[in-house]
Structure formats: C-alpha cells, structure tokens
C-alpha cells in the first residue's frame, strides 16, 4: 500500500473546492485563502464564502459527518478575520504604493478593468467608510476596493479602523452561520446530500449579509429622487 507524499497531496487539492481546501490545510487554509482573495490582486476567484461557511459547519459537532473533518471554532473566530484584515490592509498599501499602475494592464481572463471601475463606484457612491465595510459582502469587490482605497488615498489609519469592522462582521458572521446550521442541515437533507444543498444555502447567507448594501443603495436612490424633485421648485423662486 503507497502513500500519498505531501507534494503530490498538495498537487491534488483543488483551490475553489471548500471541502478539499478544510481538509488537506484545515484553518490554516482558511487563513491563507482570505488572505489572498482580500490581499492580492489575483485572489477575487476564490471561494471565500462558501468556505467561511464550510468551516463553520467543520468547527460544529456535526463536522467529521458533513466535512470529514473537525475544526476549532475559537481559533476560526480569531484567524478568519485577522487574516482578512492584514490582507486587506496589504492591498490598501500596494495601492498607496503603486497607483493606477497597479492596474496598467489588459483585460485577460482573470482580470478585467470594469472590477475595478465597479469598486470605484462603491467608493464614490458610498464614502470610503462604509465602501470598505459593505464591499467584504460582495465577491470580486471585497478584492479590487482596497488596492483602490489606497490609490485614492485613504489614510491608512482610517481604513485600517473600517478595515476591522468590516473583516470581523463578515468573516465572524458567516462562521457562526454555518456552525448553527450545520446540525439542521445534517438531520434535514442527510450527510449524503449535503453538497447537492450547499450552494444554495451559502447563496442565502450572502444575500442576507448583502441586506446592508440594500438598503444603503435604496436609501441613495430615494435621496437623489428628492433632491430631483426638488430643484424645480427651489428654482421657481429664484
């Protein structure tokens, strides 16, 4: 009977499959994952929800039946985030640092110049507090809006204290989702037929998380339509 060596396990591990990445590299996949999506430029194509989520379910009494294998959720609660924090503070600096020549480049396969026009805009409409908050709900700009927060010149220090909230509410929040739903899934569609369930209920948890970002968009638009409304009259007494 041969072994697998660590080379060739690591080799196997598929980097947008949750479930390979918890349990070949356990939290420190974890970790390494939010890292990149938040910190480099190249990482918006990761699986950064679906595997908070996972992980939660890996950290819950029901883990060893769902995921295979058992996770610590204290240690989960306190690297998720900080690990998306320093990633995230990293693509502040590379912005700072670099400019737009961070993104001087042609569109290609993983990189298209209209991601990062779209963090731009959630900078522009939002403010950059609750830009840096708002965009840890949603992929792709969770990535692009700090290199951009930095290229626009936010403080380091203000982004780092939004930074915080941001990278605690959203990691923390989908950790503790999983963990309480993990027995509910199990005894409701069965161990078997977790992945056929999975998909769908991580998309739930980011359109519950997305509520914020809702609200703030219609909130916007009620204003404008105000000010709209507004300005013919403000101009009839002129």
Avoid: C
Avoid at 59 to 73: H, T
Avoid at 141 to 162: H, I
């Amino acid at each position: 009977m041969t072994t697998a060596t660590p080379s060739a396990l690591t080799a196997a591990v598929n980097l947008l499959d949750p479930t390979s990445l918890l349990q070949t590299f356990g939290v420190v996949g974890v970790a390494a994952t939010l890292f990149a999506e938040t910190g480099l430029l190249v990482g918006f194509f990761l699986p950064g929800d679906s595997l908070l989520f996972l992980a939660g379910i890996a950290a819950s009494p029901v883990a060893q039946d769902i995921v295979g294998v058992r996770l610590s959720l204290p240690l989960l609660l306190l690297v998720a985030p900080l690990a998306a924090i320093i990633g995230a503070q990293l693509g502040h600096h590379l912005g700072s640092r670099f400019g737009r020549r961070l993104f001087a480049k042609p569109d290609s396969r993983l990189f298209k110049s209209a991601h990062v026009a779209r963090a731009e805009a959630y900078f522009d409409r939002y403010g950059p507090a609750k830009a840096v908050i708002l965009a840890r709900f949603v992929p792709v700009v969770r990535t692009l809006l700090n290199p951009v927060a930095g290229v626009l010149q936010m403080p380091p220090g203000r982004f780092l204290r939004w930074n915080i909230i941001g990278g605690l509410l959203w990691t923390d929040a989908i950790l503790l989702a999983g963990y309480l739903a993990a027995g509910t899934l199990r005894d409701t569609v069965g161990a078997q037929n977790i992945d056929r369930y999975l998909l769908p209920v991580i998309a739930l948890i980011v359109l519950v998380s997305l509520t914020p970002l809702f609200i703030e968009v219609l909130r916007h638009r009620r204003g404008r339509r105000t000010a709209e409304g507004a300005a013919p009259i403000d101009g009839g007494h002129r």
